[in-house]
């Protein structure tokens, strides 16, 4: 997901970046404003239809299968409490497996901290926030064993970057 | 052609009143791009701040900088603004002399008292630092934020006031009966349109964000009197969301008054152009929840709709005004120098930078980008390669000289490295975000160390170049002074 973000903008801020230098490069010329006009509206009006009719499909797709778990649905298989204290993360168990759901019920004891799940490349998975009086409920499935780490991703004072915690993902 | 900053209708209190927000904006600008620079430094290991130390100038840098886009966005609104309602200059100076004085409050709570919650001030953290700050510094802080909220607050009241005066509702200076085919009248300019959202957007959230700061200071000095922790959340949100934006909305009033006197094309208000600011006023409003897509338990459809009203509320005012700066620019014969250079840049910079915030937007991506540094990339890249080059465009424009060139050499020199190490530095954040690494940490581990360092040359090269467009400000002041 990461990759695909990151292509699509540098691809969108270039072709934004092309335009611009575009009308950079003609500028010098002289038009009479009224064509000019006219054309902008025109692609004005296009471009509207054209991120109407990208938009609602992007829409559909995204919003199809989203990373929420429903109020009232049964725990998953493995569940996992995470609770946030300044500085460290205290959590229920420390071993899950692969294959099967896991949820983590994400809360805090003082202040607002988040939850960043990563795996051993440093790549962010999943994340929740974690928050006093309310438990966060996030779902993930291990696909391979090794260690993984909850990173503090929601900013709690001093020692905000050392809330690192590991958490083994073994075979059944 | 030579454009003409005479505004007769400024007296000389309010161009004074303005040069002076400016130089504050412009030095504060200087000063906390510094401090982002300290920080960046840090996280590459070439300096050894404390953790505490980088934490309470992350705090000074975040609400400095917020500070100062709306001061300077304010200057540039109440400038073009006078030129069609009457306004009392007496309250933009109100406006800065509480900005000051809240600035020394913030400046002495944090370095002094070692406050250091974020410009978010995220409630319960103030009271709880488990003992790096105490109740006073807390106090001290959030007291400083709401002065300056209470100076814009004024400004908005008097600007809100001049517009219905003038106009007879703030309906009407939005463009409604023409909108909606009430009045044959020629619509209110673009810049009265804008003006009257930013009125009307920011009144909102400035009561919003006083209200989650008076009752934080209340759980400062009573701690049984306690708050929702997601309901403050929320209202932080809100006014953080709404406050930012309205600084962009306030500072392309220069766009609007600029462009059209350097290529002799007119900007008026379409009906296509007021719906698209109608539609923004209402929208800003309520897409705040997509700060909020990983607080799971929100309700679900408040998520839904924060990512598909940060899709739809990006195009109006966006695509219309940018595609409105591209065509009134394209084969106009304009002449470049500073001033026309910086406020393309400006579009440009505006525009391109919506893409990363709307895709962090999407709550799939969200869920692997939130808090990550994706998240300052997507606000300095329309921040510092839209909000400031405009302001720094109007500080070039009113202090323009008709018998003289708005730029030298180095001037130009100077922007193409504001441009190019602007675009690097943004682009380190965006790559940064890419690869995981959080936001806000102090300490960075090793395999992100790389992206730090070149970020901190890129740094360094943005100061330089924004402190000679600064220093070319603060010497030619005198001829906005003797200007009208």
Request: net charge neutral.
């Amino acid at each position: 997901m990461q990759e695909l973000a990151w292509y699509l903008t540098v691809l969108l801020v270039a072709a934004t970046a092309a335009v611009f230098a575009m009308v950079r490069w003609q500028s010098d010329l002289a038009a009479d404003y009224g064509g000019v006009q006219r054309s902008a509206y025109r692609i004005r009006d296009r471009l509207f239809w054209v991120l109407l009719g990208v938009g609602v499909p992007i829409m559909a797709l995204t919003l199809w299968d989203l990373p929420y778990v429903r109020a009232g649905a049964p725990a998953a298989p493995q569940v996992v409490t995470a609770t946030g204290f300044q500085w460290y993360w205290d959590l229920g168990r420390t071993s899950v497996v692969t294959g099967q759901p896991v949820e983590f019920q994400i809360t805090s004891a003082d202040v607002n901290h988040g939850v960043g799940l990563y795996d051993a490349d440093t790549r962010l998975l999943a994340q929740a926030q974690a928050m006093p009086g309310y438990v966060n409920r996030l779902r993930y499935t291990f696909e391979r064993p090794g260690k993984y780490r909850l990173m503090c991703l929601e900013y709690c004072g001093l020692a905000h970057h050392d809330m690192i915690s590991e958490l083994e993902v073994k075979l059944p | 052609m030579r454009p003409d900053p005479q505004m007769p209708s400024l007296d000389v209190a309010a161009r004074r009143t303005i040069a002076a927000n400016l130089a504050v904006t412009g030095l504060v600008l200087l000063l906390m791009m510094l401090v982002g620079l300290l920080l960046r430094l840090t996280q590459a290991g070439w300096l050894g701040l404390e953790p505490d130390l980088f934490y309470q100038f992350m705090t000074v840098h975040g609400v400095g900088m917020v500070g100062i886009a709306a001061l300077g966005g304010a200057s540039v609104m109440w400038y073009f603004l006078s030129q069609y309602v009457r306004l009392n200059s007496g309250v933009l100076a109100a406006n800065l002399v509480l900005f000051l004085i809240g600035v020394v409050m913030i400046l002495g709570a944090d370095l002094i008292g070692g406050f250091a919650a974020g410009w978010t001030f995220l409630y319960p953290l103030p009271a709880r630092s488990s003992g790096v700050w105490g109740t006073a510094a807390a106090a001290w802080h959030l007291g400083g934020l709401l002065l300056i909220g209470v100076g814009f607050l004024l400004v908005c009241l008097e600007i809100g006031r001049a517009l219905v005066s003038s106009y007879g509702g703030l309906g009407r200076s939005l463009g409604w009966p023409q909108l909606f085919g009430t009045s044959m009248a020629d619509p209110p300019p673009p810049t009265v349109v804008a003006s009257t959202m930013v009125v009307i957007v920011t009144t909102l959230a400035l009561v919003a964000g006083a209200t989650i700061i008076v009752l934080s200071l209340v759980n400062l000095m009573v701690p049984s009197f306690e708050i929702d922790p997601l309901l403050a959340k929320n209202i932080i949100y809100f006014f953080g969301h709404v406050f930012i934006n309205a600084t962009i909305y306030m500072a392309v009033i220069a766009v609007y008054e600029i462009l059209p006197r350097y290529t002799k094309r007119p900007w008026k208000s379409s009906r296509v152009f007021l719906a698209a600011w109608t539609a923004s006023t209402t929208m800003v409003l309520v897409i705040f929840p997509h700060h909020l897509l990983m607080d799971l338990v929100m309700p679900r459809w408040t998520m839904v709709l924060g990512q598909v009203l940060s899709y739809t509320n990006s195009f109006p005012v966006l695509v219309v005004t940018g595609l409105g700066a591209l065509a009134i620019v394209h084969r106009s014969g304009i002449r470049w120098d500073m001033v026309s250079g910086l406020l393309f840049l400006a579009m440009f910079g505006w525009m391109a930078g919506v893409v990363p915030a709307v895709v962090d937007a999407t709550i799939i991506v969200n869920s692997v980008m939130h808090n990550t540094l994706w998240v300052p990339g997507h606000f300095h890249f329309y921040l510092l390669l839209g909000l400031v080059p405009m302001i720094f465009a109007f500080m070039y424009y009113v202090t323009a000289d008709r018998q003289d060139a708005t730029s030298e050499d180095y001037d130009r020199w100077a922007l193409r490295v504001y441009i190019a190490a602007g675009l690097g530095f943004v682009v380190m954040f965006l790559y940064a975000g890419r690869h995981s690494v959080p936001r806000r940490w102090a300490v960075h581990l090793p395999e992100w160390v790389l992206y730090d360092q070149l970020a901190s040359i890129f740094a360094v090269l943005v100061l330089l170049a924004a402190g000679l467009f600064v220093w070319r400000f603060l010497v030619r002041v005198p001829r906005l002074l003797a200007a009208g």
